[in-house]
């Protein structure tokens, strides 16, 4: 599954780079008898719109049917990440510092498993978050089974 999902990537590279768009996140899965490819796309300065969706999902699309890496018959989905996107790699994690997150971890720190604060940072793969008490918690990504940012009004 991993060696597809890179093999994806590897076509929607160039098509997200003459775009000027970078890939968030791709999932592939399989949602009870179907498959899903699903593709998240951003633009860093001014966001993503309804026409750069549709520009990587044809495009995409003609690249995949070409290249037949998937043997089995999907659905393709390209969107933005969103306001409360998931934090995912090393580098959102950079880009994202000083935003509020919520963090949920998959075994209980301190007791509890979800916390909620501003994201200080992340050094040597521990994710730094300074809750709404003001207490800095220092979370291995291992530790992390989702992180999101939490829209702000």
């Known amino acids: ?18 775009l000027g768009l970078s890939l968030w996140d791709l ?9 899903l490819l699903r593709i998240f796309i951003d633009r860093e300065e001014s966001g993503v719109t309804l026409s750069d969706c549709e520009s990587v999902s044809r495009d995409l699309s003609a690249a995949l049917d070409v290249e037949d890496i998937i043997p ?6 390209v ?8 934090l995912t790699t090393p580098g959102h994690f950079v ?13 209980q720190i301190n007791g509890q498993k ?16 300074e809750l709404e008490t003001g207490t800095v918690m220092e979370i ?10 939490e829209v702000e009004f």
């Open 1 to 18: 599954m991993a060696d597809m999902a890179d093999q994806i990537r590897q076509l929607l590279d160039p098509i997200l780079e003459s």
């Open 95 to 107: 880009r994202f510092t000083g935003s509020t997150i919520k963090v949920k971890t998959y075994q």
């Open 114 to 129: 979800v916390f909620k604060g501003k994201l200080l940072g992340l050094v040597n793969e521990i994710v730094k978050v």
């Open 27 to 35: 999932e592939l899965q399989k949602h009870g008898p179907k498959w």
């Open 79 to 86: 969107s933005s990440p969103g306001l409360d996107r998931t």
């Open 140 to 149: 291995p990504l291992s530790a992390i089974a989702k992180t999101s940012l």
């Open 72 to 77: 089995h018959a999907y659905t393709l989905e």
